[in-house]
């Protein structure tokens, strides 16, 4: 059977610091720059989720674009928007909020509930030049 690739496009607002708290304070301006500022600094993310496999016979989807969209709400949207990622959620506590990272948290958080048969992946962009792509 042919695999079709279906995406939804989402987005969330949320501040961070990129921050090794291992290193001093010059390696860390050194390296993570403006990004490093103690204040934090924002993103509008813009987020795609793509959910590739076959298309259901009797329904004519790869995947219900409505549940997608439900579910990139309630485990992307509702926990990241309009937060601090540093201070406010529990995956960026200890993990350093980077685009890379904030990708691989969404898609593990997605993966459990996508079913195993279907293939995923997540675009990020953190500004409209800045992306990752990450798919497990």
Request: with cysteine; aromatic share 10%; proline share 3%.
């Amino acid at each position: 059977m042919s695999k079709v690739t279906v995406s939804r496009h989402a987005h969330f607002n949320a501040a961070h610091r990129l921050h090794n708290a291992s290193w001093t304070v010059e390696k860390n301006e050194a390296v993570f720059g403006k990004c490093n500022n103690p204040h934090y600094h924002g993103h509008n993310y813009e987020l795609i989720v793509s959910v590739r496999g076959d298309v259901d016979p009797e329904t004519g989807y790869v995947v219900d674009m409505k549940w997608l969209a439900d579910l990139i709400e309630e485990q992307v949207e509702q926990r990241f928007d309009h937060k601090n990622l540093n201070e406010e959620t529990e995956e960026f506590k200890v993990l350093n909020p980077t685009a890379e990272n904030i990708a691989m948290v969404i898609w593990k958080l997605l993966r459990k509930e996508v079913a195993e048969a279907l293939e995923l992946k997540v675009t990020l962009y953190e500004t409209p030049r800045n992306f990752v792509e990450y798919s497990g």
